[in-house]
């Protein structure tokens, strides 16, 4: 991600949106996967995928989510579209619940909502031509009446992700990963969605192709007016393209803020340790690391207290009892830590 990363192209590009309308609410948001053993089917107990989420995101931002592998942020992607069902608690989009929405209702509501999965080499269909996937959702939610408005539409969609028009024809092998996953923004574009879920969506891809996708990912926001949910590993990938990031630890969210104030004012011990492990390209520059002892929990039966306690160095008697509540450092920041570093 060397391409642009400098602090005159971050003030052009990642254009801090007017709108201050919230789009998305995620209230007390839980799902857990039974876990079922013996010749009957019982249920022996629980996987805490996602346990008591709350977020907001507003109309024309992006919400970068970090944290370690199995934590939950791909549940909660799919979660907030509905791939799977959440156990309790609310998702309201653009006004609308819709955990209470059925199939016919959810088909609908899909429309303004998609997703971008991780791997461009598994969500296409090998025996589709990129024609038919383009055309597919425009077919499905009849938004293209005639066979010239659907082309027509189909050229458009190529022209955002600035690919040529002899692609129809032709299938996902004869492609790279950058221009599959190019396929895949393409589709998820083609039935003018609010809200996108770009689920690892560049994590796949060889560094110099991922700058090309997330530069294109920023463009289309500005032009398209888009609401992104970005989920990552990258951290520095995260900071370039997020206004709001959110750090979640074994299904919880236990940071938010602006990105330039987590990145600069971490509070929660763990966002500390996350951004201490951000590689710097300059052998002169000293920079503590924090390592982390032991392993995650298990979700299935997570700590009391605190889930970070086990391996957080600045635990006490409090953090292994009582779970912390939620403390506002600012408007915008919030965190859930019995001793924060404070500014």
């Given amino acids: 991600m060397e391409v642009k990363r400098n602090e005159t192209y971050l003030e052009s590009q990642k254009v801090i949106p007017d709108i201050t309308e919230t789009l998305l609410e995620i209230r007390n948001l839980t799902k857990y996967f039974p876990i079922k053993k ?12 996602l346990d008591d989420v709350s977020l907001r995101i507003k109309k024309g931002e992006t919400l970068g989510l970090v944290g370690e592998s199995g934590c939950g942020k791909s549940t909660l992607g799919k979660t907030l579209l509905r791939l799977i069902e959440p156990s309790a608690g609310q998702i309201i989009f653009d006004g609308v619940d819709i955990t209470q929405l059925n199939a016919k209702g959810m088909r609908a509501m ?138 979640m630890y074994l299904g919880r969210i236990v940071e938010q803020a602006s990105a330039q104030d987590i990145y600069q004012h971490p509070q929660h011990p763990y966002t500390q340790a996350l951004l201490s492990a951000i590689p710097i390209p300059d052998p002169t520059y000293k920079k503590e690391r924090i390592i ?23 635990c006490t008697t409090l953090c292994q009892e009582q779970y912390p509540e939620v403390t506002h450092l600012d408007e915008s920041h919030w965190f859930r830590c019995h001793h924060p570093l404070r500014k």
């Avoid at 013996?38 to 995928?49: D, L, P």
């Avoid at 982390?292 to 600045?314: E, N």
């Fill in 38 to 49: 013996g010749i009957f089917n019982q249920e022996a107990g629980s996987v805490r995928a």
């Fill in 110 to 247: 899909r429309q303004k909502m998609q997703i971008i999965f991780q791997d461009p080499y598994a969500a296409l269909n090998p025996r589709m031509s990129i024609k038919d996937m383009l055309t597919e959702p425009l077919k499905i939610h009849n938004l293209c009446t005639t066979a010239e408005e659907r082309s027509r539409r189909v050229h458009e969609l190529l022209t955002y992700v600035q690919l040529p028009k002899n692609v129809l024809s032709k299938y996902p092998h004869e492609f790279s990963g950058g221009q599959r996953q190019r396929i895949c923004i393409a589709r998820a574009l083609a039935v003018k969605p609010e809200f996108i879920v770009c689920d690892e969506s560049v994590s796949a891809l060889d560094v110099s192709i991922q700058a090309q996708v997330i530069n294109l990912l920023m463009d289309l926001q500005q032009e398209l007016g888009l609401t992104y949910l970005f989920i990552a590993h990258d951290l520095k990938v995260v900071e370039f393209i997020s206004h709001q990031v959110a750090v």
């Fill in 292 to 314: 982390l002892q032991g392993d995650v929990p298990s979700p299935i039966t997570p700590p009391a207290g605190c889930h970070f306690h086990p391996r957080c160095w600045k």
